[in-house]
């Protein structure tokens, strides 16, 4: 068999973890192949050595048959490898022909030939379906646009091996389905694809074979059509996954969460929340769906204190807090798992056990009369750690900087939920987890809500909402145009309603 890329029996070791732990990668011409493993087993550091990014301890890459030595990026694209990047590396204020070239702009006449660049990219885009504007703004076009600008960088340089890391974790459903037509449509003209993703259906739907890997080992490559989501979800995690939600009928408490005609604006000053209230009793989950951009997540922030409100209240428990602080807010009983996990969730560059206590640090037992405790600290990290499984080289001691995307969302879920706060505002919570990982969350949400916590739970995965929540409130242009029960719902109905029309019951 002749193989585009192989990589074999690689190893990689970081400071207490072997990351890559004899792994063995062979990618068919022209195929789709996914690569599968739960958070941390090692996935992101075998696709940055093959992009030249890390080099590895052990092992042999070819490229062709060809061994080679992919010591930097640049030679990885010489050689046609190109790689997606889970966070876009585009320049904002730059237009798509200006990001593409980036780097190897060609002069003529002494000024940068910026229109047949355009031309070729034009050119690109129709042959594989991309419909880019060549000339417009990176700031003035969608999530799911800018990732095309990325695929457009790697044709540009003539890449045929293409590298997607977890390419549909920042996109609508809509936009997810273009991009698999994208997909389809670039190995149809002679393009390999590896395709990092933990969404068991997207590799159902659009990969050939599937490598799997757990804890650094590589575990299988298996034939997609022949292989269950269920087979590849316990070949990944090492048990039976269940994908359903196990929930008794909520028991419901008093009211603890009450929104009364909330107006919040966004960052261009345009009302995001437009008149929005509704309330959350303790013992129940609040689903809140809706097309990305409909104002959940400025609805989301207000709550959590960090966006302004222009008028109306939000009560907890009894309690008018629309002007407290963030940290009044906490104290009171709110707790907050952020969508934005870098920006709003952890400090990148502290410990993990620092990260642990971010919000308690100046609490007994974690201080007293200013001095930190660090018994302390390190025994509430370690319990952390360990009940809700975050991996990562060096436990409490690690920079949480160097955790893989899933393990760092792992630590403020496992902050957030032990708190138990009366309130807890959820958002997007499982993004880019594994299975196993989003199973044992749900598990955790709904063992809040049986102690009588409220929660509201903003997920733009419809099959996580209808799945966890009991109520599902759904949001169209800043207006809450209808609050259904979930047991009483479909997809169907959700997916009208966030297009505007009105739920089976009116909004309180
Ligand atoms: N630069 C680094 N320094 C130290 N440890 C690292 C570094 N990069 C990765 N690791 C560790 O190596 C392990 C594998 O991480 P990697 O990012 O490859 O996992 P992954 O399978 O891509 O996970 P996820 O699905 O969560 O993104 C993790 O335990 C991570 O903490």
């Known amino acids: 068999m002749d193989y585009v890329i192989e990589m074999l029996n690689i190893r ?39 992009f030249g990014l890390y080099k590895p301890d052990k092992g042999i890459i ?62 690109l885009s129709k042959l594989y379906g991309l419909k880019v504007d060549p000339y417009a703004k990176i700031e003035d076009i969608s999530v799911g646009m800018q990732q095309r600008v990325e695929i457009l960088k790697m044709l540009y340089r003539n890449a045929e091996i293409l590298i ?7 996109l609508t459903p809509q936009e997810v389905g273009e991009l698999m037509n994208i997909m389809r449509r670039l190995v149809k003209e002679g393009k390999s694809i590896i395709l990092i993703t933990h969404k068991l259906k997207e590799i159902k ?34 048990r ?28 261009r000053g345009l009302e995001a929340v437009k008149n929005v209230s509704f309330e959350i009793r303790g013992g129940e989950i609040l689903g809140l769906a809706g097309v990305d951009g409909n104002g959940q997540t400025e609805l989301v922030e207000a709550i959590t204190g960090l966006r302004k409100v222009e008028s109306g209240k939000i009560i907890l428990n009894g309690q008018e807090i629309q002007n407290l602080d963030v940290r009044k807010r906490s104290e009171v009983g709110l707790g907050h798992i952020p969508e934005d996990r870098h920006k709003h969730g952890l400090v990148l560059d502290f410990y993990l056990e620092d990260n642990m206590i971010l919000e308690n640090y100046y609490k007994e037992p974690f201080s007293s009369r200013g001095i930190l405790n660090r018994t302390e600290i390190r025994k509430y990290s370690d319990r952390l750690i360990n009940e809700f499984d975050v991996r990562s080289g060096q436990g409490s001691k690690t920079i949480t900087r160097s955790m893989s995307g899933g393990n760092q969302q792992k630590a403020i879920i496992a902050r957030e939920i032990d708190k138990s706060p009366l309130v807890l505002i959820v958002a997007q919570p499982t993004r880019g987890l594994d299975v196993g990982a989003i199973e044992y969350i749900h598990k955790r949400l709904v063992e809040e809500r049986d102690k009588g916590k409220a ?31 979930s047991k009483q719902t479909n997809e169907n109905e959700l997916g009208l309603m966030m297009a505007g029309s009105k739920g089976g019951h009116e909004s309180e």
Request: hydrophobic share 45%.
């Open 164 to 170: 997607f890391d977890e390419p549909t974790a920042v």
């Open 12 to 50: 990689k070791e970081f400071p207490g973890i072997v990351a890559n732990d004899n792994i063995t990668l062979q990618v068919i011409p022209g195929e789709i192949h996914a690569l599968l493993g739960e958070n941390g087993a090692g996935k992101s550091t075998l696709m940055s050595i093959l």
């Open 455 to 485: 929660i509201l739970l903003f997920s733009l995965e419809l099959d996580e909402i209808l799945n966890v929540s009991d109520r599902i409130a759904v949001m169209y242009e800043g207006n809450i145009v209808g609050i259904v029960d």
């Open 205 to 238: 739907a659009i990969a050939d074979r599937c490598t799997i890997i757990r804890k650094g080992k590589g575990i299988a490559t298996v034939e997609v059509a022949e292989t269950s989501t269920e087979k590849m979800a316990e070949l990944m995690v090492g």
């Open 240 to 267: 039976k996954v269940s994908f359903s939600v196990q929930k008794a009928e909520p028991v419901l408490k008093d009211v603890y969460l009450k929104v009364e005609n909330l107006i919040v604006k966004d960052n």
């Open 62 to 123: 070819k490229v062709k048959g060809k061994e080679v030595n992919i010591t930097n990026p640049n030679v990885a694209t010489q050689l046609g490898i190109g790689m997606v990047h889970q966070h876009f590396k585009l320049v904002h204020n730059f237009t798509v022909t200006e990001n593409i070239i980036l780097g190897m702009e060609e002069v003529r006449g002494g000024a940068i030939d910026i229109k047949s660049a355009a031309n070729r990219i034009e050119e």
